[in-house]
């Protein structure tokens, strides 16, 4: 799973990002796209850990990706470079604008300029497309045209490409253009320690078609060099009930309709990242591209479960609640899963 960080120059992306990754993106200066890797915070995974004390630890991880851009060109050149990031965060400077009003502008003056963007790539397609000889038109450059031609109505309308009615195929015939507007997108308002409520003014203004939250950027700056307990206390000071990290992983994982399962042992407890509604051979394919090929049945038990039979497979077995389950098992968020494979 990728994200890519956008947001106006200054916003606060780089201090989130690195709040996020520990990756110092300004040393990375001139780089158009830094990467980072972030840990998903999970207290049933924390809990494996502790019952297992395996050698090797591995929770599930994001890549987030920092991008630096400036200029309209720039935008064509990171298109490419983030065209496998499955969505977008988009970081909107609320410390530094006087109102909520101003806040909104410039939330809105980002998502136009991802409009133009996407408004430009089409219409030069277009152009291509409808100068084409008619002897060489095949059957999917006249739909092509119909769709494009659609979501360019759209985007001059000034709205954005995933709120067009389009179906998985349409979407999925779209794909190499890596239309900026096309994908999920979360919101994230970086806001003054003092003026946590703009939040709502912000909404009530803007009333994004995305999901939006609320942080505090330099607060959690300064959570990280904090204990656990100090971060509590520290974030009640502030009337912050929790702290932003967590809270953007789990709505990225809504938005992007993820789940994560655990494999667990004295050898390693792992997590994995697969989206939702996922058959059992698919999830194993995450593992190694051979568990899926040579996919035999997967033992399964609910976290819940393992927890209250007793936290051992063993008793989870005893208490007839690890279940073996075929090929056409959905893997459900909080499954510990064995598979069995032959290879
Ligand atoms: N007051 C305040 N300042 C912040 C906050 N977040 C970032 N800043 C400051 O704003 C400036 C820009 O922050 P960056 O994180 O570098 O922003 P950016 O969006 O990565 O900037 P560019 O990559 O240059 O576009 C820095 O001086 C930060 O210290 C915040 O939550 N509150
Ligand atoms: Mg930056």
């Known amino acids: 799973?990728?994200?890519?960080?956008?947001?106006?120059?200054?916003?606060?992306?780089?201090?989130?990002?690195?709040?996020?990754?520990?990756?110092?993106?300004a040393e990375k200066y001139g780089e158009k796209c830094v990467p980072g890797l972030a840990t998903v915070p999970d207290e049933r995974?924390?809990?494996?850990?502790?019952?297992?004390?395996?050698?090797?630890?591995?929770?599930?991880?994001i890549r987030f990706i920092d991008v630096n851009a400036q200029g309209k060109n720039s935008w064509d050149v990171i298109r490419?470079?983030?065209?496998?990031?499955?969505?977008?965060?988009?970081?909107?400077?609320?410390?530094?604008?006087?109102?909520?009003?101003?806040?909104?502008?410039?939330?809105?003056?980002?998502?136009?300029?991802?409009?133009?963007?996407?408004?430009?790539?089409?219409?030069?397609?277009?152009?291509?497309?409808?100068?084409?000889?008619?002897?060489?038109?095949?059957?999917q450059d006249i739909s092509q045209t119909d769709i494009l031609t659609r979501a360019r109505a759209h985007l001059e309308e000034g709205k954005p490409l995933r709120t067009l009615n389009l179906?998985?195929?349409?979407?999925?015939?779209?794909?190499?253009?890596?239309?900026?507007?096309?994908?999920?997108?979360?919101?994230?308002?970086?806001?003054?320690?003092?003026r946590l409520s703009m939040i709502d003014a912000f909404l009530e203004k803007v009333a994004p078609e995305a999901p939006t939250i609320g942080i505090c950027g330099l607060v959690e700056a300064e959570l990280a060099d904090l204990s656990l307990e100090d971060q509590k206390e520290y974030l009640a000071s502030m009337g912050i009930e929790e702290a932003a990290f967590p809270k953007i992983i789990r709505q990225a994982f809504s938005l992007l309709n993820r789940i994560s399962f655990f494999t667990v042992g004295q050898d390693e407890v792992k997590a994995w990242v697969i989206p939702a509604q996922t058959k059992a051979p698919k999830a194993a394919a995450a593992i190694h591209k051979d568990f899926e090929r040579g996919f035999?049945?997967?033992?399964?038990?609910?976290?819940?479960?393992?927890?209250?039979?007793?936290?051992?497979?063993?008793?989870?077995?005893?208490?007839?609640?690890?279940?073996?389950?075929?090929?056409?098992?959905?893997?459900?968020?909080?499954?510990?899963?064995?598979?069995?494979f032959n290879v």
């Open 1 to 25: 799973m990728e994200i890519g960080i956008l947001g106006l120059p200054s916003s606060g992306k780089s201090t989130l990002f690195e709040i996020m990754t520990g990756v110092k993106s």
């Open 167 to 194: 179906s998985d195929d349409q979407v999925f015939s779209l794909r190499s253009f890596s239309f900026w507007t096309i994908r999920p997108e979360l919101i994230c308002v970086n806001l003054r320690e003092d």
């Open 45 to 61: 995974f924390s809990k494996l850990v502790d019952i297992f004390q395996p050698v090797k630890v591995s929770p599930a991880q």
């Open 296 to 340: 035999i049945k997967a033992e399964v038990c609910a976290y819940e479960d393992f927890i209250a039979s007793g936290k051992t497979i063993a008793a989870t077995k005893s208490a007839g609640k690890l279940r073996l389950e075929g090929k056409e098992y959905i893997v459900k968020d909080g499954d510990i899963i064995t598979f069995r």
């Open 80 to 139: 490419q470079t983030l065209s496998s990031a499955d969505g977008l965060l988009h970081i909107v400077d609320g410390f530094t604008a006087k109102t909520a009003k101003d806040c909104a502008a410039s939330y809105r003056k980002l998502e136009d300029e991802l409009i133009l963007s996407d408004l430009m790539i089409i219409e030069k397609r277009l152009e291509k497309l409808l100068k084409m000889p008619k002897n060489v038109i095949k059957p």
